[in-house]
């Protein structure tokens, strides 16, 4: 096969203004003066919190640009953080204090919850989840199952509301906010989902404090990154005759690396991923782009990604 695009799977910028970098599983994020942030998404893949050896093409432009139209999507009925994106990779916006929780909530019974079901589990995150349920069945209603973030190479933790507010890790004045906005934005992305044809079965927001106080949306918001996402059309007959879901989400590495014996167990080693397998996995996270968004994916230039991303966000640095 031709060989494969270039990809970005680590950056070095000295931006004007810089004050410091922080590198996340997936995002680099650069802190400038005038309380700005420049968080860059690269082609890096995480899966089981542990960040796999070769970059996908493209994967760091389609996060970026989902989650900057399903910023806009959603302005209206959250604030959020951003203020630009002067490259398919970049994201600038204003610097906010990071809650250290992940508001993640769930519509159906699938994968984490899943497998702790299939443990005999019908608890999650001090939540309780009914009896007789099927895997990839509809919760009554959506489920806030919480888990604390984590830095890179530690696995983020299930915790209940209970344990935060009793840990003193977010005000229970706070997390009420967090609470609505979280269930209001699940709400606008399974209506957006469902024009597209799919279901938005799970996903996570993260939430920080600008310098006024206010509680804003920060990070990336229905991506396949971090949501799940379902085809509505046949998902009552796949559950009905027990099959699988058809999926457009991460969920597919994870199952390929299980297959491969990886779940980020000590001792386990990361699958050889050939360029056939990295080309199939982009091709997933493009066709993901397409069906959420209903736009035709226009790739960037990738014969010097970080060339471009520092060309672009100096000028526009030197413009605003």
């Given at each position: 096969m031709p060989s494969l695009p270039t990809t970005i799977t680590g950056t070095d910028f000295d931006f004007p203004g810089q004050q410091k970098v922080y590198k996340g599983k997936v995002r680099e994020v650069y802190y400038l003066e005038d309380q700005l942030l420049v968080m860059i998404a690269s082609d890096r893949l995480s899966a089981f919190d542990v960040v796999m050896p070769k970059g996908i093409p493209y994967k760091g432009q389609i996060l970026n640009q989902i989650a900057t139209q399903m910023m806009k999507d959603t302005e209206d009925i959250v604030p959020n953080w951003l203020l630009a994106t002067?490259?398919?990779?970049?994201?600038?916006?204003?610097?906010?204090?990071?809650?250290?929780?992940?508001?993640?909530?769930?519509?159906?019974?699938?994968?984490?919850?899943?497998?702790?079901?299939?443990?005999?589990?019908?608890?999650?995150?001090?939540?309780?989840?009914?009896?007789?349920?099927?895997?990839?069945?509809?919760?009554?209603?959506?489920?806030?199952?919480?888990?604390?973030?984590?830095?890179?190479?530690?696995?983020?933790?299930?915790?209940?509301?209970?344990?935060?507010?009793?840990?003193?890790?977010?005000?229970?004045?706070?997390?009420?906010?967090?609470?609505?906005?979280?269930?209001?934005?699940?709400?606008?992305?399974?209506?957006?989902?469902?024009?597209?044809?799919?279901?938005?079965?799970?996903?996570?927001?993260?939430?920080?404090?600008?310098?006024?106080?206010?509680?804003?949306?920060?990070?990336?918001?229905?991506?396949?990154?971090?949501?799940?996402?379902?085809?509505a059309d046949g998902y009552q007959q796949r559950q009905d005759n027990n099959e699988p879901q058809k999926q457009l989400s991460k969920e597919f590495v994870r199952q390929w690396l299980i297959s491969n014996d990886f779940q980020g167990l000590e001792g386990q080693q990361v699958p050889e991923m050939s360029d056939e397998y990295i080309q199939g996995v982009s091709d997933r996270y493009v066709e993901l782009y397409e069906r959420i968004t209903g736009r035709d994916f226009e790739k960037a230039d990738t014969s010097d990604i970080s060339n471009r991303i520092d060309t672009n966000v100096r000028q526009w640095l030197s413009h605003r």
């Open positions: 002067p490259d398919p990779n970049v994201a600038i916006g204003h610097r906010c204090e990071p809650f250290k929780v992940e508001m993640v909530i769930r519509g159906y019974l699938s994968g984490h919850a899943a497998r702790e079901y299939k443990k005999g589990k019908r608890e999650l995150c001090g939540v309780s989840m009914p009896d007789g349920m099927k895997e990839n069945d509809r919760f009554p209603e959506p489920i806030i199952t919480p888990a604390t973030k984590a830095e890179m190479g530690d696995h983020d933790e299930d915790i209940s509301k209970e344990e935060i507010l009793q840990r003193k890790i977010v005000s229970a004045e706070d997390y009420a906010v967090l609470e609505k906005y979280t269930k209001a934005l699940f709400q606008r992305g399974t209506e957006l989902a469902a024009k597209r044809g799919l279901i938005l079965v799970d996903t996570k927001y993260e939430f920080g404090k600008t310098q006024d106080g206010t509680i804003v949306l920060i990070d990336e918001i229905h991506t396949p990154d971090s949501s799940r996402y379902f085809y």
